[in-house]
């Protein structure tokens, strides 16, 4: 188990050389781990890529194999240590993830650690980012990443769309008219990227609606207030993308999404969370 560890850590930090002071292994020994890995499979697993290290499509095969054998293994330890393990994890969520992919994630940590609670607390970026650095989470995802007193690892990069209620037939009448954002409150990196996208595009935009929640996103995108940009992961049924033909709208950028946890964090538990929050966040690109 220990070389699939040091080869599913190498792909979800970047670099099996941050896999290795993860591990607390020396980078030949990590090294040394993945070559007979790769002898064992009997065939190549991953390859250079500039100056970094990428999976082949054999590699990114076996990786959906690795990463159920350590949830499976790591479910069957936790139950021999569920004795151990009682107490609290932390875990704090931008406010798109907490419908069901939420219970996707705690369902499968539920089964690996069935005597550890969970904590949930759904934020934005910027809360997230200051109570984990102040030690009031263990775990978090973050659409931001600028925390350099903790260990930050950046996931993903998810598709983002603009999206509006389907009575709204255009998204501006005239060509001067601004476009018309509901958006979260600032600081929002979202919010920022949203404008960026349009500035870049030379779009001229005005804020209709800016609110604390999500709900309050979605709701006033469904009285017709505006368009707003948002991962389609939590976008209700009753809304639509936007056709960029149509519409004139600038391309939406992609949004990196942050893992975030405390540099000393050793918790068998944590541990196990922080493997199945990053395999979900992957799960959402392969479906």
């Not at 800016?210 to 505006?226: C, K, N």
């Not at 976008?235 to 893992?259: C, E, K, N, W, Y």
């Amino acid at each position: 188990m220990d070389v699939l560890r040091t080869f599913v850590t190498g792909f979800e930090l970047g670099s099996f050389a941050k896999a290795a002071d993860r591990l607390g292994r020396s980078q030949s020994a990590v090294s040394t781990q993945l070559r007979k890995l790769e002898q064992q499979v009997g065939v190549t697993l991953v390859h250079r890529s500039g100056r970094g290290l990428a999976l082949t499509p054999a590699g990114q095969e076996f990786l959906s194999y690795a990463r159920r054998l350590l949830e499976l293994n790591d479910e069957a330890v936790g139950a021999m240590r569920a004795s151990d393990l009682d107490g609290w994890v932390r875990l704090g969520l931008p406010h798109d993830f907490a419908d069901r992919w939420l219970q996707q994630v705690l369902a499968r940590f539920a089964k690996a650690h069935p005597r550890t609670k969970v904590e949930v607390h759904v934020d934005q970026s910027a809360a997230l980012v200051e109570m984990t650095t102040g030690g009031k989470l263990d775990v978090a995802l973050a659409w931001i990443g600028n925390a350099p007193s903790l260990d930050v690892q950046q996931i993903d990069e998810l598709d983002a769309s603009w999206i509006a209620s389907p009575e709204l037939e255009t998204v501006r009448s005239r060509q001067t008219e601004p476009v018309r954002l509901v958006t979260a409150d600032a600081p929002c990196a979202i919010r920022a990227a949203a404008i960026t996208a349009l500035d870049k595009a030379g779009m001229a935009w005005r804020i209709a609606v800016a609110t604390p929640s999500l709900a309050g996103v979605w709701s006033a995108v469904q009285a017709g207030m505006g368009i707003t940009l948002r991962p389609v992961v939590g976008m209700p049924a009753t809304l639509r993308t936007v056709d960029l033909g149509q519409s004139g709208l600038p391309p939406p950028p992609r949004l990196p999404i942050f893992l975030l946890a405390g540099r000393d964090e050793h918790n068998e538990a944590v541990a196990t969370l922080r493997m199945m929050v990053v395999d979900a966040v992957n799960d959402l690109r392969r479906t």
